[in-house]
């Protein structure tokens, strides 16, 4: 066999040879951008050629700090093919992480989104390695800005060529470098190489429900973290249309979308889809949803409610996910087995209410306490470890966070799950949201899914608080949809036919949001900072 290394130029080079006229859409933030693969291809030259004239070096760091759009697609090609490093810094990171991050990463240049200026012109006295700040924007003029050597996107590539010549070098060298959304401490860096994001792409072609070149994709969930799932080049691998949201997409942006540019395939976490159905709900009529073939969650548990809605009241399949920053990310994925298939269908709700099957080509084992591999039976818990091409094998300069992660050659998820017989992945929890009460565990995610199976409750997150005799007891926090009117013995009424007496509630709480991680997740770390101040 040839020695042919696993570069991100391949994804790039079939998508310019084979499906040049095929279609990218961006929101802009003037209006609608459209162009081909082929404009794509020549702008990604036209940008790796100025990171050249910039005196960027190859493995040194570049910095985006954006939205899902054409331009940022651009950087995704254009830095690691020229053998540098994309860091995608998370831009709903508090200022003391973001600060942490652009230094520990040593970035050299930062492209910013115009609508983002603020964030980083209120930092940029605090990030000595960034010499050179690129404005992603329409205007044909820079917009004002206090950033030092300040340059427009679209300036900075305009006189340039629109070929290059990609460099052929070593597979496993690091392509995107991004960071963990920091539920603890600061941020983790991690590796992303050629190799695990050549591997994952096919992966993703394979393991992932599949996607081709007739689908129309909208990923939802952000460019900045975890490649947004690896949809970007995935995507332009196999030639799909692609649909980028923009600059701060709204709920109904999202929805104009998916009707108008008949797309057939997203990604985004389960509050994205909360927000979608109950928009839909809102807005009977208004939108056609028919060309969709279904729709991928992940990043929290998704209700089992959520899917059945979507089934019975849009027609459109919502299946779960599972992975981490770690993990490149994609580890599971709902599929159902054929066998299944003539089940009732409230049994093949439940297989497909869990996190799913291990994808092609990671292993895993799931160990107790005592560092034994647990039964397959869906009842006996334990950690999950993961090993695999697209599985990191240590933290971005960060050897204790290394230390307590891998076990013997293993990744640790720091998830506790169960597995039962036919291979189906359930997360139970994080290790820090199990709930421990009398010596028992009690599921916070289970817990919420129950919660949420009521109609009334748009959204449920649940904690554990100090109990003197039970050590930690639950406390549930309960959004209730618009409209509806729900009380608290109503609530624990319709749990108590649902989960185990010993794990209601000690208290609902209603509130009138449920505080949201930098991704999206219900954040538990905020809601126990407000327990504890006695805002809850």
């Known amino acids: 066999m040839m020695d042919y290394p696993l570069l991100l130029r391949s994804v790039l080079y079939r998508a310019n040879t084979v499906f040049p006229e095929k279609e990218i859409v961006s929101r802009d933030y003037s209006g609608i951008f459209r162009y081909t693969y082929r404009a794509l291809y020549q702008r990604v030259s036209q940008l790796a050629r100025a990171l050249d004239r910039l005196g960027i070096d190859a493995h040194e760091h570049v910095a985006s700090f954006a939205w899902n759009h054409h331009r940022h697609l651009e950087l995704y090609f254009a830095v690691p093919c020229s053998q540098r490093v994309l860091h995608t810094v998370n831009i709903r ?49 820079l917009p004002a800005t206090s950033l030092p050597n300040a340059i427009s996107y679209e300036n900075l ?30 941020p983790k860096g991690v590796e992303y190489s050629h190799r695990g994001l050549y591997l994952h792409c096919l992966m993703a072609l394979t393991g992932e429900l599949g996607t081709d070149e007739s689908d129309v994709t909208l990923p939802i969930v952000p460019m900045f973290h975890v490649n947004a799932w690896g949809r970007p080049y995935s995507d332009t691998w196999i030639g799909a249309k692609q649909v980028y949201p923009g600059s701060r997409p709204q709920i109904s942006d999202l929805c104009t979308l998916i009707d108008q540019e008949k797309v057939t395939y997203s990604v985004g976490v389960p509050t994205v889809w909360m927000g ?4 839909v709900r809102q807005h009977p009529g208004k939108f056609d949803f028919r060309h969709v073939r279904y729709f991928l969650s ?12 979507y089934e019975k009241e849009l027609n459109i399949h919502l299946y779960q996910g599972y992975g981490q920053t770690e993990t490149t990310p994609v580890t599971f994925i709902g599929m159902q087995k054929a066998k299944f298939q003539s089940l009732p269908y409230a049994e093949q709700l439940q297989k497909r209410a ?12 799931i160990i107790n306490a005592g560092g034994e591999e647990i039964a397959h039976d869906g009842v006996e818990m334990g950690e999950l470890l993961l090993k695999g091409p697209w599985v990191i094998k240590e933290y971005y300069q960060d050897p204790e966070k290394t230390k307590e992660s891998f076990k013997d050659g293993w990744f640790r998820t720091g998830d506790i799950v169960t597995m039962d017989q036919d291979g189906y992945l359930q997360i139970v929890d994080r290790t820090r ?45 309960v959004v209730v949809k618009p409209g509806e009117t729900l009380t608290k013995e109503a609530l624990m009424a319709f749990l108590e036919a649902r989960v185990a007496r010993w794990w209601l509630p000690d208290d609902l709480v209603f509130v ?7 991704v999206g997740k219900f954040s538990k770390k905020t809601l126990r900072e407000q327990y504890n101040s006695g805002q809850l």
């Open 512 to 518: 009138s949001e449920i505080p949201k991680t930098s």
């Open 354 to 365: 869990k996190s799913g099957l291990l994808v092609p080509g990671l292993e895993m084992k």
């Open 157 to 186: 590539i305009a006189h340039e060529e629109k070929d290059y010549e990609w460099p052929i070098f070593d597979e496993n060298t690091t392509a995107i470098l991004g960071y963990t959304s920091a539920t603890t401490g600061m």
């Open 93 to 141: 990171l508090f200022k003391e992480q973001l600060i942490y991050v652009i230094n520990h990463a040593k970035d050299r240049v930062l492209f910013v989104d115009e609508d983002l200026l603020p964030v980083i012109e209120e930092i940029a006295t605090e990030l000595p390695t960034v010499h050179t700040y690129i404005v992603m924007t329409d205007k044909s003029e």
């Open 298 to 309: 992940g990043g929290s548990a998704l209700p089992m409610a959520l899917i059945e809605a």
């Open 433 to 477: 949201d199990l709930i421990k009460s009398g010596g028992e565990w009690i599921s916070s995610v289970d817990l919420e899914n129950a919660i949420m199976g009521h109609p009334a409750v748009a959204e449920a997150a649940v904690i554990g608080i100090p109990h003197e005799r039970w050590q930690e007891r639950p406390l549930a926090c």
């Open 276 to 279: 979608i159905l109950n928009y």
